[in-house]
DNA sequence: CTGTTAGCGCCTTCAG
DNA sequence: CTGAAGGCGCTAACAG
């Protein structure tokens, strides 16, 4: 564990001279040898915390995760983390497990661990947690939910919401039902609901669960035992795949009889079946642009408040595509 | 962004008095009292990279992982991170996308970052991996692989596979085939094979294919046209599903004329189907005992070299929990 | 191009 | 119990 000075005197120049040679100051090529050889030699390697000190930056960024065993939130930190990989950047992560008080925690140590910015996959976007961010000092993008007041990347959740809508109703299914979540979710709840409504035009029953797979599929049981659908589109992957396991314990046949659909691409679809028509996000893409965005505020460019994602539609008869689920 | 000398000045006392005051020293009531009010007023914090600096020890550990979409390292991350939290550390995370070299450049900037310690989750402890831990000061954890020269939490591999290879004979599968992957892998390629075969004691069939579900499923539809097993027993879940899947394909009827069995509990198993029995690792426990040793080391108690996790063997009967899966 | 000199914010002796 | 002084390892003026 040498420091600079060891190299200094060991290179029989000054630490400030190391220190140039380190930050790509002007060293003449005679010292700038005599100091690599001693580097080699000694593997010094500058300590991380000295020089945040004084830089005022310290090249770490925090992600808050609501669930670290979220598909979405895996995929989203993949892509922050190959960002920050190549510019040398490190990451730290604060797991919430959907709790609020949490957020705010993790926010505020953050905040004194004094890294350089903070990626926030949000869930709700409580007053109080509206309040520490606007409070701390440090940048923070917010991934997944919309706010004014707020840098955030979201998905297309009403236009691709309309989108499936649309497709149902040109797909003749004339007996729908839509099974939402909350509209304390503004992205999940709020928006995939109204562009659903708004896609399909028709009039169709409205359902509420939780993010549970388990309760979709106590409610599936239940709904699918009263009314024939031929047709339910489901606010998640998750809740599309407790539909689909109870239409099979009640041998109804997917996609023949019932066509089922959901949000968010998560592997589990596809492998379960071809049988769920699912609009897929891309969550590394947006994990990468929201780790772009908050560089660039890092550094007091301009951005804009809002990015939006693309999404695409994967029809049910065009999924074979088979990939891993380790 | 106040720093101890503003704290100081503001409550009258020196600065020291006031590291006094945040370290637990010894202060009068009345002092602790004027120092309290003026903390609470300015919302000071201390400086972390000031206080690491001095302290040489920086509250953080580093955790690298193979690949940050699987189901066996999220949920580790989970038991690591839970265990951190309670007392205050924080965790940086580098994903090295399965290459070795991005996992011993992640283990290097751990070292220069300064962290207490690593959690490795590991897959194949290479020559130069054991060259560059042996080298770096800080103590290291491996997860998931043995090695004679390091710490390590693992899974009872051997046990577990032999458990099921009996189970399969006490079901009187008598045409056996065993599904396992390069024995690179010590502990999914070596020691499940091994156990396998020595738990069912007759002769079986053996193949070998890789970790990508893909891969299992084309072997699946050879092997599967060429011969009528009654049982397969796959290396993990994962080729588990994929045999699954080919089964389906080929009208097998799982499990009444082929009983499928893999390893590790992943949640698709039990959504997919109660079809398929499963070795249940519980990777939470494994993180919190990784995380908690580690802490041991960084504080250098004595611990065990080699921690071996229980395993519990989940029947395709008994198998109708379903779990999340977003 | 190089060395000297001050700090960054904190902790830790050491006197008092 | 308290304050003064020195230093952790590094960077950033400032002279030379």
Chains 1, 2 share one sequence.
């Not at 659903?196 to 549970?212: H, Q, R």
């Not at 079946?273 to 893409?285: C, E, G, R």
Request: glycine share 6%.
């Amino acid at each position: 564990m040498s420091n600079i000075n060891d190299i200094a005197k060991l290179a029989g120049v000054a630490k400030s001279t190391v220190s140039r040679y380190l930050n790509g100051g002007s060293v003449s090529e005679k010292t700038r040898l005599k100091i690599d050889a001693v580097v080699k030699e000694t593997g010094y390697q500058p300590n991380q915390f000295a020089q945040s000190l004084k830089r005022k930056r310290t090249n770490m960024i925090g992600v808050v995760i609501p669930r670290l065993n979220s598909y979405a939130s895996n995929e989203t930190l993949i892509g922050i983390e190959s960002v920050m990989r190549e510019i040398n950047y490190q990451i730290l992560i604060a797991n919430t497990n959907l709790d609020t008080k949490r957020e705010i925690e993790a926010l505020k140590t953050f905040e004194t661990s004094k890294i350089d910015g903070i990626i926030l996959l949000a869930t709700i976007i409580t007053p109080e947690l509206l309040a520490c961010i606007k409070k701390i000092k440090v940048p923070v993008m917010i991934v997944g939910q919309n706010h004014p007041n707020l840098y955030t990347v979201i998905q297309n959740d009403y236009e691709a919401a309309k989108m499936l809508g649309a497709y149902f109703k040109t797909h003749q299914k004339d007996n729908l039902a839509y099974i939402g979540v909350s509209e304390t979710d503004e992205a999940v709840g709020v928006n995939r609901k109204h562009g659903v409504i708004d896609g399909y035009e028709y009039p169709l029953d409205i359902y509420e669960t939780t993010f549970s797979l388990n309760d979709a599929y106590q409610l599936g049981l239940k709904v699918l035992n009263e009314k024939d659908y031929n047709g339910i589109i489901c606010a998640t992957d998750n809740i599309a795949l407790g539909i689909l396991k109870a239409a099979h314990e009640l041998k109804i046949n997917v996609p023949k009889t019932l066509s089922i659909a959901g949000f968010g691409g998560y592997e589990t679809t596809s492998i379960v079946s071809p049988q769920v028509t699912t609009m897929k996000y891309d969550y590394i893409a947006t994990g990468e642009v929201a780790a772009r965005a908050l560089l660039k505020r890092i550094n007091d460019e301009e951005i804009p408040q809002i990015h939006v994602m693309p999404f695409t539609l994967e029809e049910k008869e065009s999924v074979d595509i088979i990939r891993d689920a380790t």
